[in-house]
C-alpha cells in the first residue's frame, strides 16, 4: 500500500462535468492518482464511472473541467501529443476489445509495432511471449479471439495493454461477466501488474471481492460526484447507508 | 364544429395549447438539428477520410486484404449475374428486333446495353449489398465491441487503418468487377443467340463491337470508380457511426445497403446527364 501522499499526483481531474444530451452524467468530479497506486472507482451502473476513465484517455471529451495525465492537459492536446500520452496509458476495455480479424499473437503485436517501433521481428516475438507468461497464457499464440473462454480473452486483452509497458492503467470492469474463480485470478493479476510494473491504476468495479483484492483507496460515485473517498477499511466501517448497502455480505445459513 | 371554452377554463385552454404547441415545435426543431448534425458528421467524416487518403503512412497491407476481399468474394456472383444478364437480354430483346427486321443489331444492341448501364449498375448495386452491408456489420460491431476505441489508445489512426484502406479497395475493385461483368454478359449475350438461333462467335463479337465507340467505354468506367467510392464511404460512414448497442450493428448495416443502392443510382443519374453534356 502507498502511504507517500507528497508525490505528485500521476493523474489530475479537476471539475469534470459531461453530458449527453439534457443527460447529466458526471456533474462535478475532483479526483488524483498517485505514482503506484490503485484506486477503486465505486459506484452503481449508470453513475459515469466508465465516461470518466474514457474521459482520461479521451475517448470521450469533458465539457468542462481539467484532466492532467503525466503533467499534461488532455483535452487542450493536439492528436500527435495525445498520441505520446496514449503510449503510456493502458486500457483494459469491459469488453476485452480483442480485434476479432486478429490471432492472440496479431493482437499483442498490434500496439508494440505502433508504439515500439525500433524493435526486431526477434525483440517482438520475446515481448510477446514473455507477456503472455505473465498472464499465465502461453499455448493460445496461434488462436483466434473466438476460440478462447472470457477469462482467457480478460487475459490476453490485459497482455495486449501491458505490453508496451504502460505507466499508468486503466481498468473497466475487469471481472464483469467472470466466474468467481477467474474473476479473483484476474483481481491477483491487477496486484502483480502493479508490483512488476509500477503502474498506477484506476479499476472501475461494482465487484466487492474485486475491490478488496486490488484497492489501496476508493472513490465512491453517486449521481455523477464523488459521494465519498476514502481506504478500504473507511469503506467497511462506514455507517452510512448507500455505502454499507455495497460492503455488507449476505451470510446463508 | 368549433369548441366552444367556458370562459372560467380559458387560462387553462390557453396554458395546454401553448404547451401542445411548444412540444411540437421543440419535436420540429430537434429533428432539423439532428438533421443539420448527421449533415455535420458525414462532411467531417468526408473530410478526415479525404485528409487521410492523402497523409503519410498508408496501410498498404489492409489495402492489399481488402482487394482480395471485395474481389475474390465477389467474383462468382458477379460472373453467374453477367451471364445471366446477358443471356437475358438476348431473350428479350429478340422478338422485338425481329419485328422491326433488326435482328442483325441485336449483338450490338445488347453490347452497349452492358457497356453503358447494365454492366456497372448491376455489378454497383451487387456490391452495394454485398460489401455495404458487411462494412456496416464489421465496422459496426467493432464500434459495438469497443475495438475501434482499442484501436485510439493505441496510438492508430481509426481512420487511415480501417477507412481509407477499405474505401480505396472498394472504389479500385468494383470498376474491375465491373469490366468483368460486362464481359461475361457479352458472353451470356451469345448463350441467349444460339438458344433459339445460330450465331457464329467470331461473327457476334464483330456485331456486337461493329458500333462500340471509345467514348461508350469512357464514362461507363469512370462512373463506377465513383459507384465504388460511394458504396465504400457509404458502409464504412455507417458502421463506424454505429450506435453501442448490438442492434446498432444490424441497422449499420441495413441502412448502409439502402443508402448505397439509393447514392448509386442518383450518381448514375448525374453521370449519364455530365456525359450527355460532354458528348452534344
Not at chain 1, 80 to 93: A, Q, S, T, V
Not at chain 2, 118 to 143: D, N, Q, Y
Not at chain 2, 175 to 200: E, H, R, V
Not at chain 2, 252 to 268: E, R
Request: proline letters at 3%; one cysteine or more.
Amino acid at each position: 500500500m502507498i502511504e507517500n501522499t507528497t508525490i505528485k499526483p500521476v493523474i489530475d481531474i479537476q471539475n469534470l462535468k459531461i453530458s449527453f444530451g439534457s443527460l447529466n452524467v458526471l456533474n462535478d468530479v475532483s479526483l488524483q492518482l498517485k505514482s503506484q497506486e490503485n484506486l477503486v472507482v465505486l459506484g452503481k451502473s449508470g453513475t459515469g464511472k466508465s465516461v470518466l476513465i474514457k474521459c482520461i484517455a479521451r475517448l470521450l471529451k469533458a465539457d468542462q473541467g481539467t484532466i492532467t495525465v503525466l503533467g499534461e492537459e488532455v483535452n487542450a492536446l493536439k492528436t500527435e501529443d495525445l498520441n505520446e500520452i496514449r503510449k503510456k496509458i493502458g486500457f483494459l476495455f469491459q469488453s476485452g476489445a480483442l480485434y476479432d480479424s486478429m490471432t492472440v499473437k496479431e493482437n499483442l503485436e498490434f500496439p508494440l509495432r505502433r508504439i515500439k517501433k525500433d524493435l526486431t521481428q526477434s525483440e517482438i516475438d520475446a515481448k510477446v511471449t514473455e507477456t503472455l507468461a505473465n498472464v499465465g497464457l502461453e499455448d493460445v499464440l496461434n488462436k483466434m479471439p473466438s476460440e478462447l473462454s472470457g477469462g482467457m480473452r480478460k487475459r490476453i486483452s490485459l497482455a495486449r495493454t501491458i505490453i508496451v509497458d504502460p505507466e499508468i492503467m486503466l481498468y473497466d470492469e475487469p471481472t464483469t461477466g467472470l466466474d468467481p474463480i477467474t474473476a479473483e485470478e484476474i483481481s491477483e493479476l491487477i496486484n502483480d501488474i502493479q508490483k512488476k510494473y509500477k503502474t498506477a491504476s484506476i479499476i472501475i468495479t461494482h465487484d466487492m471481492e474485486c475491490v478488496r483484492t486490488v484497492a489501496d483507496r476508493i472513490i465512491m460515485l453517486k449521481d455523477g460526484d464523488v459521494y465519498k473517498e476514502g481506504s478500504l477499511l473507511e469503506f467497511e466501517n462506514s455507517t452510512d447507508s448507500y455505502v454499507s448497502s455495497f460492503f455488507k455480505t449476505k451470510k446463508i445459513q | 364544429m368549433k369548441k366552444i371554452v367556458p370562459i372560467k377554463n380559458l387560462k387553462k385552454y390557453a396554458i395546454d395549447k401553448t404547451i401542445k404547441v411548444s412540444e411540437k415545435s421543440i419535436e420540429k426543431t430537434s429533428k432539423i438539428s439532428a438533421f443539420l448534425v448527421d449533415t455535420a458528421n458525414v462532411f467531417l467524416f468526408l473530410t478526415r477520410v479525404f485528409k487521410n487518403t492523402f497523409s503519410r503512412g498508408f496501410e498498404f497491407k489492409e489495402f492489399l486484404k481488402h482487394c482480395f476481399q471485395i474481389g475474390n468474394k465477389s467474383f462468382a456472383l458477379i460472373s453467374i449475374t453477367g451471364t445471366i444478364i446477358g443471356l437475358v437480354l438476348t431473350i428479350q430483346s429478340r422478338p422485338i428486333l425481329i419485328k422491326f427486321g433488326a435482328l442483325n443489331m441485336l449483338p450490338n444492341m445488347v453490347a452497349i446495353s452492358l457497356i453503358r448501364e447494365m454492366g456497372p449498375v448491376i455489378t454497383a448495386l451487387i456490391c452495394a449489398g454485398k460489401i455495404g452491408s458487411s462494412m456496416g456489420a464489421e465496422l459496426g460491431s467493432m464500434r459495438v465491441t469497443e475495438q475501434i476505441d482499442a484501436l485510439e489508445v493505441s496510438s492508430a489512426n481509426p481512420i487511415k487503418y480501417l477507412i481509407v484502406p477499405r474505401v480505396l479497395a472498394a472504389t479500385l475493385m468494383i470498376p474491375l468487377l465491373s469490366i468483368f461483368a460486362i464481359t461475361m454478359g457479352i458472353l451470356g449475350g451469345w448463350i441467349g443467340a444460339n438458344i433459339k438461333g445460330d450465331l457464329n462467335f467470331v461473327l457476334y463479337i464483330s456485331q456486337a463491337f461493329g458500333k462500340v465507340e471509345f467514348m461508350d467505354l469512357i464514362p461507363a468506367i469512370t462512373k463506377t470508380f465513383f459507384f465504388g467510392a460511394v458504396i465504400g464511404l457509404v458502409g464504412c460512414y455507417k458502421g463506424y457511426n454505429a450506435g453501442r448497442g448490438t442492434e446498432s450493428v444490424g441497422i449499420a448495416a441495413n441502412t448502409a445497403v439502402v443508402t448505397a443502392s439509393f447514392l448509386v443510382i442518383l450518381v448514375d443519374l448525374i453521370a449519364v446527364q455530365i456525359t450527355d453534356l460532354i458528348l452534344q
